[in-house]
């Protein structure tokens, strides 16, 4: 199969006219779940507040404005056939752009910050975009595009849990996130519900070579900072461990985090607290912590010069 050549230009367009369309059309599955949930409705407030949802999906389609004020962060899931080369431009950058003239010539809500935390600066122009790739055979690229509201993202809830847990303790946890959750999302809402290692595809490669990875001299220090909220025992911090592995983090980082997670979390510290003295819980929370980074950084430097 020959090398098939696609210009920026073109995946740009194409990811400005998906974004107008998810803001501004429902889906036909959407809408026909509203007219059903109406016609089955027994309660006339229920009835009420369908009837207005749909005619708000209609106006919305015909006139092309957003369906919603929350108009989301833009989220793609690519099929990137191993054929393609994308002329004029990298495959990243024209997704921003597209996303970057969508909201801008849509007048869709920027609502993408550059920091969650800190700064919270809004970059403007709603990227950069979530952007899941996986690389497929073929001369073909598929992109399924989405604005995850942030109301929904806000009321999204992760959960590391042990095999001891089982289906109704996942189901539970499924359910009590739902209630908690209540009216906060806007309607129509939509349950998505993912089991598995997800943390592979959640923690950025950049992040963890930046923060975990060798060039960091405090990465040891901070992956222990980090395990102290957590808690799980040592079997529940594998999969997280396999995750930062494979992502590039250094063995005596991820060492590190587990034995922080392990030996000082807070929940475990908390329980201590009431056994034993304040100066003894601090003599063990300073032994534990100098000897978890000692650790690490042993492990980091075996790493460097044998492997």
Request: with cysteine; glycine share 10%; charged share 20%.
């Amino acid at each position: 199969m020959n090398i098939r050549q696609i210009k920026a230009e073109t995946v740009t367009q194409t990811v400005k006219q998906l974004f107008l369309d998810c803001n501004y059309f429902i889906g036909k599955d959407i809408m026909t779940a509203l007219e059903n949930a109406r016609e089955n409705e027994k309660s006339e407030v229920g009835k009420s507040v369908l009837t207005q949802i749909i005619e708000n999906d209609k106006l919305a389609a015909k006139e092309e404005v957003p369906l919603c004020q929350d108009t989301g962060m833009a989220i793609l899931f690519v099929e990137y056939g191993d054929k393609v080369v994308i002329e004029d431009g990298s495959f990243e950058d024209a997704v921003n752009e597209g996303v970057r003239q969508a909201y801008k010539d849509g007048y869709l809500r920027k609502s993408v910050v550059n920091d969650p935390v800190f700064d919270r600066l809004n970059t403007k122009d709603n990227t950069p975009a979530m952007n899941h790739t996986k690389n497929v055979s073929g001369d073909k690229i598929k992109i399924t595009a989405g604005g995850k509201g942030f109301g929904s993202e806000n009321m999204s809830a992760i959960k590391m849990i042990t095999p001891s847990y089982g289906i109704d303790g996942v189901k539970k946890f499924i359910l009590d996130t739902v209630r908690t959750a209540g009216p906060n999302p806007c309607p129509p809402i939509v349950v998505g519900v993912g089991i598995g290692a997800v943390i592979h595809n959640w923690i950025p490669e950049s992040w963890i070579e930046a923060v975990l990875g060798g060039n960091n001299p405090f990465g040891v220090v901070l992956a222990t900072l980090v395990g102290i909220p957590m808690y799980a025992d040592i079997f529940g911090t594998i999969p997280v461990a396999e995750a930062l592995l494979y992502k590039g983090a250094q063995l005596g980082t991820i060492l590190s985090f587990m034995m922080a997670v392990t030996t000082l979390s807070l929940p475990s510290l908390i329980m201590l607290r009431k056994a034993v003295k304040p100066k003894l819980l601090a003599l063990f929370i300073g032994i534990c912590t100098i000897g978890i980074i000692l650790v690490g950084y042993l492990f980091n430097a075996f790493q460097f010069l044998l492997i």
